[in-house]
């Protein structure tokens, strides 16, 4: 196997760029998971884990090699909150944000955190620079996306007014080193309305877009409004039954956490 470690991006996108089909590796808790197992065989791996620019944290920014370690601190409550929730701390010291995009599991327990604060997934290539996708064009089903073979993840690019009311949560088959059985994010603006996002509950992260509008015309929201905001909730999502749950579970569970969510928002 020939393994390349470029030290900088330009470096990176232009030894993608001469190998599309070659591998790219941040933290491997992913990958080498798959090799580990016989799914993947590289034959050429790229080392993304030497290059400084893809581990900054800037205003609006958070480069694809940030680790979980790194986000556990992050000023977004609800990104500090899931960081903590990832794998264990071996986990967490090693797999980034990048290759739980790079994945699109709909089990990453990142992207609702991404689907809720609206943000966009900046990729490059050497032959066509830089370009922005949102979240929803960027995932496209199961481990699926819309990367190009010659694109390099960049960053996850915030938008402003991400609001700072903003709780994250999941539900597994035990309380830690867990892959998510349902996995929600809520974010309330000063003005009341909210953003729900949920994972684990359809092929790609999705918004209650229905449930959120529910909020908008009622920002102070009676037990009432609250019992029908879950009920939309489990009405938006559409989950599968499979081993490690039921569609009808996933469906209940989804409403259930984001009421919660909401709850633990308008208490503040
Ligand atoms: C024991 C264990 C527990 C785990 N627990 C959780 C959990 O609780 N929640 C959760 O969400 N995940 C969990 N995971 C999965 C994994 O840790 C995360 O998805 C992690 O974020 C992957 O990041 P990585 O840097 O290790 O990715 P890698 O394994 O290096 O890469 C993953 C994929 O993304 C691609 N990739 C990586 N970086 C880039 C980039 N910059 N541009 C383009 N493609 C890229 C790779 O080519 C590969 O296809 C767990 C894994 C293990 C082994």
Same mark, same amino acid.
């Given at each position: 196997?020939?393994?390349?470690?470029?030290?900088?991006?330009?470096?990176?996108?232009?030894?993608?760029?001469?190998?599309?089909?070659?591998?790219?590796?941040?933290?491997?808790?992913?990958?080498?998971?798959?090799?580990?197992?016989?799914?993947?065989?590289?034959?050429?791996?790229?080392?993304?884990?030497?290059?400084?620019?893809?581990?900054?944290?800037?205003?609006?920014?958070?480069?694809?090699?940030?680790?979980?370690?790194?986000?556990?601190?992050?000023?977004?409550?609800?990104?500090?909150?899931?960081?903590?929730?990832?794998?264990?701390?071996?986990?967490?010291?090693?797999?980034?944000?990048?290759?739980?995009?790079?994945?699109?599991?709909?089990?990453?327990?990142?992207?609702?955190?991404?689907?809720?604060?609206?943000?966009?997934?900046?990729?490059?290539?050497?032959?066509?620079?830089?370009?922005?996708?949102?979240?929803?064009?960027?995932?496209?089903?199961?481990?699926?996306?819309?990367?190009?073979?010659?694109?390099?993840?960049?960053?996850?690019?915030?938008?402003?007014?991400?609001?700072?009311? #903003?709780?994250? /949560?999941?539900?597994?088959?035990? %309380? *830690?080193? !867990?892959?998510?059985?349902? $996995?929600?994010? =809520?974010?309330?603006?000063?003005?009341?309305?909210?953003?729900?996002?949920?994972?684990?509950?359809?092929?790609?992260?999705?918004?209650?877009?229905?449930?959120? #509008?529910?909020? /908008?015309?009622?920002?102070?929201? %009676? *037990?009432? !409004?609250?019992?029908?905001? $879950?009920?939309? =909730?489990?009405?938006?999502?559409?989950?599968?039954?499979?081993?490690?749950?039921?569609?009808?579970?996933?469906?209940?569970?989804?409403?259930?956490?984001?009421?919660?969510?909401?709850?633990?928002?308008?208490?503040?």
């Amino acid at each position: 196997m020939e393994i390349t470690r470029p030290t900088s991006l330009a470096d990176a996108l232009q030894a993608r760029g001469a190998d599309p089909g070659a591998d790219l590796l941040a933290g491997g808790t992913d990958l080498m998971v798959e090799v580990n197992f016989g799914y993947a065989r590289p034959e050429h791996v790229i080392s993304l884990r030497r290059i400084e620019e893809l581990a900054r944290i800037e205003d609006g920014r958070i480069g694809a090699g940030v680790t979980w370690a790194r986000l556990e601190k992050s000023r977004h409550r609800a990104l500090a909150q899931l960081s903590r929730t990832v794998g264990s701390p071996q986990i967490r010291a090693a797999g980034t944000i990048g290759g739980n995009i790079g994945t699109s599991s709909p089990a990453g327990d990142g992207l609702p955190w991404l689907a809720a604060a609206d943000a966009e997934i900046e990729v490059a290539s050497e032959a066509r620079g830089t370009r922005r996708v949102p979240w929803s064009d960027f995932f496209t089903g199961v481990k699926s996306n819309s990367l190009e073979s010659d694109e390099v993840i960049v960053a996850a690019v915030v938008p402003d007014g991400v609001p700072e009311n #903003q709780e994250f /949560a999941k539900i597994g088959q035990r %309380s *830690a080193m !867990v892959i998510s059985t349902v $996995a929600a994010c =809520v974010m309330r603006h000063e003005d009341g309305s909210v953003r729900v996002a949920l994972g684990s509950v359809a092929p790609t992260p999705v918004r209650a877009y229905r449930a959120e #509008q529910l909020i /908008a015309d009622n920002p102070s929201p %009676s *037990a009432a !409004v609250l019992d029908e905001f $879950a009920r939309t =909730v489990s009405e938006e999502v559409s989950p599968i039954t499979d081993h490690r749950s039921t569609e009808a579970y996933r469906r209940h569970a989804a409403g259930v956490l984001s009421r919660r969510l909401l709850e633990r928002c308008l208490a503040r």
